[in-house]
């Protein structure tokens, strides 16, 4: 299974010297920056013509250390979140603020599009806002959910880059998987 290589690689190099953190993500986090689909709070009613487009991206523990992305209230994705069970997911301060306002949105719940049945997921975490669309353009409200999936791209944020490089490679090859790399 994807995910499951994925976390043997992701292990793997977070015992290495010279790597100070590891995760994947689907899509790439700054060329496509995510898909995009209606996400609201279960019980929300979307006002006519209102958008309830969010970003998306699919990503591994670890994720918001590699990518020094701030947590600002609540925990990151843990090990246990990967695997079937509750669903969580992990919104940015836009998503916060625009749909819960100035109370917490940790504890509240999400409608998530997915087939053939929609998923309600349990928000545990609030992000700072990052902007995966571009430098430009304003942030987006975005959904961060666990997993890995076919197509992942492996971020890794190292000291030396040469040997940085090296060691994914062995851990890559050990595995037999191939992958996206993305140093940071």
């Known amino acids: 299974e994807v995910a499951s290589t994925l976390e043997r690689i992701r292990q793997r190099l977070a015992e290495t010297d010279g790597i100070e953190s590891t995760s994947y993500a689907f899509p790439s986090v700054y060329d496509l920056g995510g898909t995009s689909m209606g996400i609201a709070p279960v ?24 990518l020094g992305i701030a947590l600002r209230e609540g925990r990151d994705f ?77 971020l890794v944020r190292g000291r030396d880059h040469a040997a940085t490089r090296a060691a994914i490679r062995a851990s890559v090859e050990s595995v037999g998987a191939p992958a996206q790399i993305e140093l940071i």
Do not use: C
């Open 78 to 154: 843990e090990q246990p979140d990967m695997r079937d069970g509750e669903s969580v997911v992990v919104v940015n301060e836009t998503f916060a603020r625009r749909y819960f306002k100035s109370r917490s949105a940790l504890g509240e719940s999400v409608r998530l599009p997915a087939m053939p049945a929609p998923k309600v997921s349990r928000i545990v975490g609030v992000v700072a806002d990052v902007r995966h669309y571009g430098v430009r353009s304003q942030p987006w409200p975005m959904v961060y959910q666990p997993g890995g999936s076919s197509g992942a791209h492996l």
């Open 43 to 66: 019980g929300y009613s979307p006002g006519p013509g209102e958008d309830i487009g969010a970003g998306t991206i699919v990503v591994g523990p670890g994720f918001f250390a590699t």
